[in-house]
Structure formats: C-alpha cells, structure tokens
C-alpha cells in the first residue's frame, strides 16, 4: 500500500429515488439473470457479485468478525462494500455489530459525506468510527484502538483495479513492509463503474447526494470537483450543470474531478 493511495463518503435526504438514469450514450443490452432476491442484474454483473460473495465466505472462514473492520469514507465503491458485507452477514446469521467499521476522514471533509456517513450508521444499525491521519497513520490507530488486546487482522477495502496503485492488487493481499500488518480484502477489485452503479440501482441502495451533481470520485473539498467529462449547459437558462455520476461510461475519466 502506498500514502498516497485512495482510502477508497440527522436526518439525510437519500438519492435513491432520483436513480433514472440519464446517459447520452447507448444503454447496455446484456442479458440479465435474476439472483436470489429477486434482484435483476446483466450477466456480468451476476458473475460478480457471486465472485465477491465467495470473497466474504473466505474472508469470514479464515477470520472472525472482530479481526476484520471494514474501511468506509462515504464513497460508492465502499457503500457497496459496507451493503453487500451488512446483507452477507444477516443471510449467515452473525451479527453486523460483529463487524468493526471505521470512517477514513479526509481533513477538509464534505458535509454531504458526514451527512451520509451519520445516516449509514442508522440505516443498517452499525456503529462508524472516525480516524484521521495518512493512511498508514490511520491503519496503525486503527491496529492500536483494541481494548481486549485482540488486534485486527485483516480489513474489507473498496478498491478497484481502476484506482491508483491497485491495478495489481490481489483479492487478499498482505500490507507492504514498514506498514500495520494486515490482509487487505478487496471483494470488488474487478468491478467497474457500470458495476457499481447496477448495483446501487438495482437493490435501491441509498448513496452520498454529490454523485447527483456531478462529483464521480470523493476525497476531500479541496481536492475534489464535479467531473468536468459530465458538464453540460441548460439550454433554458444557459447555467452550468452537471449529468450525475452514474452517466460516466469510461472508468479512465472517474478521477478526472480529483487532484
């Protein structure tokens, strides 16, 4: 792991029911297959989530709960993560309290995000825990916060090969020499943007209002922007505006809204 890699974010009025999506650009016609609950997705995506699912039984059979915590900074890839983990432990009967979850929190974090991190701890009744700092500072803080003595052995991450420094990231992959022993997870490094998005739509998953308005990759305010590939003028009233992130069709253009 390196510093500079992504970590990847009250009453929050959810995005969920503004989800129709709005591309410029051709719809998919891949075939769908329908999953357990009834959800529809293309088969790509079916194969996918079949592939993170065994991701979970492994991580689970070869650590309990309490080793894992799950990295969350309110972002898209990480609120599929922290969605599929919550529906994963419930159909295998453990507890979701079992999971520890920590919040990476930039210094100059958006409010939508706080927001949104406050509204994920009451809607699947877990506790987010704050931690700031570098990411390897804040990994040691996390390693160090056990009251029992038991120390974590291995953390759920949002990652995707598109994302800085993960293109050859393995699905379980020890943390580098010189950082807090741990086994990084990455149930989703084979996802695309589309992936992410099918997956939010399909199963209503409430996400971070800014993907709404533009932004496509979240860090903090000020290395963050709307991504100038989704800007478009009104032709009525002639403002800027912004398509919301889920029209991006080019997983190369995700970060062109970040510094």
Known sequence: MNDEAESTGVRYESSVH???RVSVQMESTAEVDQVSNGTEY???LQVKVQ???????RAFRDYPPERIFLSFNGGKDCTVLLHMVIK?????GISVNRLPCWYFQPHDPFAEVEEFVIFCETYYGIEIKHVRGTIREALGKICNSSSDGEKFEACFMGSRRTDPYCSDLDYFQKTDAGWPDLMRISPLLDWTCNDVWEYLQ???VPYCKLYDV??????????????PNLRYVDPK???IKYYPAYCLRN????RAGRS
């Open 214 to 227: 533009g932004y496509t990759s979240l860090g903090g305010r000020g290395n963050t922007t709307p991504n």
């Open 237 to 239: 009233t002639g403002e």
């Open 251 to 254: 997983d190369g253009m995700e």
């Open 88 to 92: 994963f432990l419930e159909r295998e």
């Open 42 to 44: 293309s088969h790509s």
């Open 51 to 57: 592939q993170s699912t065994e991701l979970f039984r």
């Open 18 to 20: 503004q989800q129709k």
């Open 202 to 204: 399909k199963n209503h």
